[in-house]
């Protein structure tokens, strides 16, 4: 093969556009799937908040009327993860206070629900922002909270 029969075959390599969509894909689906993967990822934490919220708030209804019962703790810890059942239940903390005493069993909880106080409920569950192997959000935790009057 001949010097110019080189160059024009360079020439044909250089101004081809035979490939490029391949290149231009191989370049953008990781990034494409990233942003794929990152939503359905974030979609998942906004829904275990959903469920974390919804669970505190009956957990609250439950605590706040409570009083008179031998087992106000351990019914609201039932409530919650009860009504949280695609959330790791070992991983939901749970806090009950009244009137800003922390109660943490039920002889404390008994004693401490009197008409007129207010029952608060709060619980944190740990959440993870992971796509690809890179945690966006490394010490992300979900936490709600609600409060009731003692009926």
């Known amino acids: 093969m001949t010097l110019s029969a080189y160059i024009r075959q360079l020439t044909d390599l250089i101004t081809s556009r035979r490939g490029t969509v391949m290149i231009e894909f191989a370049i953008l689906a990781p990034v494409m799937l990233l942003l794929v993967l990152g939503t359905f990822q974030f979609g998942l934490v906004i ?17 706040a009327l409570s009083r008179g019962s031998t087992t106000p703790y351990s019914a609201t ?33 008994t004693t401490a629900l009197t008409a007129g106080a207010s029952a608060t409920v709060a619980a944190t569950y740990p959440c993870s922002l992971s796509v690809y192997g890179y945690n966006f959000a490394p010490s992300c935790t979900l936490s709600a909270q609600m409060t009731g009057l003692v009926n």
């Open 47 to 63: 829904s275990n908040y959903v469920l974390l919220t919804n669970a505190v708030g009956a957990g609250a209804r439950n605590f």
């Open 77 to 109: 810890v039932s409530v919650i993860t009860g009504s949280s059942p695609s959330l790791t239940a070992s991983s939901i903390t749970i806090t009950t206070s009244v009137n800003g005493t922390a109660c943490t069993s039920d002889s404390t909880c």
